[in-house]
């Protein structure tokens, strides 16, 4: 599935024609490509950019994944924010899902604590059932903090810090990650050092090496202890060859299909 949604980052489209570049490198045809708008200015309601268009977009990705009910997923999608519908919905049917959240940033704001009202700042905190009332009404069953493990984090508000030392969130290297059972993968490609790959809309220094990514995602897909059900992949702003560079660590994204 494709989702080029861009208004929870709100600064322009580029993530949305990152994605479609995404699909293209992949050689992937979606089976659904989610209708998402030109860019536009955004109205701030309940303290969120363009949440009026996020929950049209997440409701659409719900519906469809209600209607064929995929057994795996491949998500390409603008930014953070899109992860909520698929991630909800796979946590609906899996109580004991595990959520790797791979990101430079742990998206654990708020509306009140959000610096910016940018959504793909809140996703996970609202994953987790704090955040806007539209989209919380999406989610039939939030997250524990005990089924999210952080890796490559190194960019928090207080907020967030706040948070994941007050609910003990679990944060580790990829080398370290240790899941069983159903899991979902989200990455935001800006978990990556940006030596290595600085193609995103925010650029966090000392981040992963791809080759470690490569390694984890590899481990877990080998791992007959492990079901991965789905895999996000957000926050590109790649041309086709600004992506050859992790060319390897799209190959084994892409091979959780095969």
């Known amino acids: 599935?494709?989702?080029p949604q861009w208004q929870g980052w709100g600064a322009s489209a580029a993530v949305s024609a990152g994605t479609h570049g995404l699909a293209q490198f992949l050689?992937?045809?979606?089976?659904h490509l989610v209708?998402?708008?030109d860019f536009h200015s955004l109205h701030e309601t309940d303290g969120v950019l363009g949440l009026s268009e996020l929950v049209e977009q997440s409701r659409d990705v719900v519906e469809t994944?209600?209607?064929h009910r995929p057994e795996r997923l491949l998500y390409l999608a603008g930014d953070c924010g899109a992860e909520l519908a698929p991630i909800a919905w796979f946590n609906a049917s899996h109580a004991d899902l595990s959520v790797v959240w791979i990101d430079a940033h742990a998206d654990l704001n708020t509306p009140d604590t959000s610096p910016s009202a940018t959504f793909h700042g809140m996703v996970l905190r609202?994953?987790?059932g704090e955040g806007p009332l539209q989209l919380l009404n999406l989610i039939e069953r939030p997250l524990t903090p005990g089924q999210v493990t952080l890796v490559g984090v190194r960019a928090?508000?207080?907020a967030e810090h706040d948070y994941i030392h007050q609910h003990d969130v679990t944060c580790r290297s990829p080398s370290e990650v240790q899941v069983t059972g159903p899991?979902?993968?989200h990455i935001d490609l800006d978990c990556l050092d940006p030596t290595r790959f600085g193609h995103t809309p925010f650029r966090e220094a000392d981040g992963l090496h791809p080759d470690d990514l490569t390694a984890l995602l590899r481990r877990l897909r080998c791992d007959s202890a492990v079901d991965v059900l789905g895999i996000g992949v957000t926050e590109s702003m790649a041309t086709d060859d600004e992506l050859l560079p992790i060319g390897e660590l799209l190959g084994e994204i892409s091979a959780f299909l095969d």
């Open 1 to 3: 599935m494709v989702n």
């Open 27 to 31: 050689d992937r045809e979606p089976d």
């Open 35 to 37: 209708a998402v708008p």
């Open 65 to 67: 994944l209600q209607r």
């Open 126 to 128: 609202t994953l987790l």
């Open 156 to 158: 928090l508000d207080q």
């Open 183 to 185: 899991v979902y993968i």
